[in-house]
């Protein structure tokens, strides 16, 4: 709630024309400067520091994925309406995410489509058609209707828990996620509306507090929506997973994400790296952007 106003896209630099933008999604908890070590890294690479440049999204945490995701993609539409409004740039078009844990979650859904194949999954009827109030009608449309963007074509995931983590249905997650106090106030008639809407078997999700941890649950049937919709055909994404250095893959967890979770059939490459849950701050992780970058050029 305090934040809210604070989120945006944020430039490294001054918005060069022939580069490449590489956008930076945090997690859980986390902030933009979680990416200075890759920062670093990437800018003493002489052939990336010429042909990217870097962009940080910030948003409040403990919003719903679904409500980050959006946000993200108004931000990217507010620049390319300033910095492309012609919309000529090709580099522009060859935008690449990269998402760190929850950071990933909202990066995929950059990728997806959504409308009729998401509100299907959880409504009984379309958002158009509730009786809400206004705001809050066309916040709720602005969520689930979308289509991948255009100008995003490759992700990288790093450490992203795309089924979810045991560790937040534990007591103390749950003691947190009572805390957070989110910047959306419901009428008590939007609030019966919209939970007379939905289908019986998610009814109770909706009583518990509808933020981001309630979101990160291991098997949450949020997080399985999400793998259920269609992925924009042509955009290549990979994973770097952390290991904890025990080496027991398939079997191994960053201590946060477990593998089963942070796999991804399809992806155009999977590293695993000897870190926690931090894969996007370890020297591997890190190397494995670099070359994904190079290999983008």
């Known amino acids: 709630d305090r934040f809210y106003n604070y989120t945006g896209l944020y430039q490294f630099e001054r918005y060069d024309p022939d580069k490449i933008p590489v956008v930076f999604v945090h997690g859980l908890m986390s902030r933009p400067e979680t990416w200075v070590p890759a920062v670093n890294e990437l800018m003493a690479d002489e052939k990336i520091r010429e042909r990217y440049q870097f962009w940080f999204f910030l948003y409040p ?4 994925v679904w409500s980050s995701a959006a946000e993200l993609r108004s931000e990217l539409d507010r620049y390319r309406k300033t910095v492309d409004p012609s919309r000529r740039n090709a580099n522009f078009d060859r935008m690449v995410l990269a998402g760190h844990s929850m950071g990933g979650l909202i990066s995929s859904l950059q990728i997806r489509s959504g409308g009729e194949k998401l509100w299907k999954q959880f409504l009984e009827t379309s ?4 009786s809400l109030s206004p705001e809050l009608k066309q916040r709720i449309i602005s969520i689930v209707q979308f289509q991948p963007r255009p100008e995003v074509s490759r992700v990288v995931f790093f450490a992203t828990p795309h089924r979810g983590s045991e560790l937040a249905v534990n007591p103390v997650s749950e003691f947190f996620s009572r805390l957070i106090r989110l910047p959306i106030n419901f009428l008590n008639t939007d609030y019966l509306e919209l939970r ?3 289908r019986q078997e998610y009814r109770e999700l909706f009583v518990a507090p509808a933020n981001s941890l309630v979101f990160l649950r291991a098997n949450s049937p949020l997080l399985k929506a999400i793998l259920a919709l269609p992925m924009r055909p042509g955009v290549p994404y ?7 250095g025990k080496g027991d893959t398939p079997e191994s967890s960053d201590g946060v994400v ?3 979770s942070s796999h991804m059939e399809g992806a155009a490459s999977e590293r695993i790296v000897p870190s926690g849950h931090g894969a996007h701050e370890d020297p591997q992780g890190i190397a494995e ?9």
Request: proline content about 10%; hydrophobic content about 40%; glycine content about 10%.
């Open 258 to 260: 477990p593998y089963w």
């Open 289 to 297: 952007l670099g070359r994904i970058l190079r290999l983008h050029l």
């Open 196 to 198: 007379s809407a939905l």
């Open 61 to 64: 945490t403990g919003l719903p």
């Open 127 to 130: 958002p158009e058609q509730l």
């Open 238 to 244: 990979h994973s770097v997973i952390g290991d904890q």
